[in-house]
């Protein structure tokens, strides 16, 4: 009899293509004072492709970026802010994700998050999305519980 179902965070439960293309056309959209010389299309393109699905960390992607289209007014450390304090706003759950949790949670398992990402920055989009549904979140080797109140332990 199954008690309990882990989920992956990205990929699984957050469609990340997605919310990447979201946060991207927001963030051009934000910062366009200091990218306007940048053709917004060329700008989430380029993105994308330095992004490579989630593999390389955004401090490289933007540092890539700031130096081939020469942003000036905005270090990739400012980008790199812009990231991670506007990304968990732009957040898309896969159609119909909601209702699969309501299920499973009506039957009473036991659910659970295990990701590799980044421990503080995971933590924002899980809040944003999905967090009520789930007791334990297993991030970046720490593991986060109902039961230590949701502190690293």
């Given at each position: 009899?199954?008690?309990?179902?882990?989920?992956?965070?990205?990929?699984?439960?957050?469609?990340?293509?997605?919310?990447?293309?979201?946060?991207?056309?927001?963030?051009?959209?934000?910062?366009?004072?200091?990218?306007?010389?940048?053709?917004?299309?060329?700008?989430?393109?380029?993105?994308?492709?330095?992004?490579?699905?989630?593999?390389?960390?955004?401090?490289?992607?933007?540092?890539?970026?700031?130096?081939?289209?020469?942003?000036?007014?905005?270090?990739?450390?400012d980008?790199?802010?812009?990231?991670?304090?506007?990304?968990?706003?732009?957040?898309?759950?896969?159609?119909?994700?909601?209702?699969?949790?309501?299920?499973?949670?009506?039957?009473?398992?036991?659910?659970?998050?295990?990701t590799?990402?980044?421990?503080?920055?995971?933590?924002?989009?899980?809040?944003?999305?999905?967090?009520?549904?789930?007791?334990?979140?297993?991030?970046?080797?720490?593991?986060?519980?109902?039961?230590?109140?949701l502190?690293?332990?």
């Amino acid at each position: 009899m199954v008690k309990a179902v882990m989920f992956d965070l990205d990929g699984t439960l957050l469609n990340r293509d997605d919310s990447i293309q979201k946060f991207i056309k927001y963030q051009y959209k934000r910062l366009q004072h200091w990218l306007s010389h940048i053709s917004k299309e060329w700008y989430i393109a380029r993105f994308i492709e330095l992004d490579d699905r989630g593999y390389v960390w955004k401090d490289t992607v933007y540092q890539q970026i700031v130096k081939e289209f020469e942003i000036h007014g905005l270090t990739w450390e400012d980008l790199l802010e812009d990231y991670l304090k506007h990304f968990h706003q732009s957040c898309v759950p896969f159609p119909n994700l909601m209702w699969m949790l309501e299920e499973l949670k009506r039957k009473s398992l036991k659910l659970g998050i295990i990701t590799n990402g980044k421990g503080p920055f995971q933590m924002h989009s899980i809040f944003k999305l999905i967090y009520r549904f789930f007791g334990t979140i297993f991030i970046e080797r720490r593991i986060l519980s109902e039961k230590a109140g949701l502190r690293c332990i």
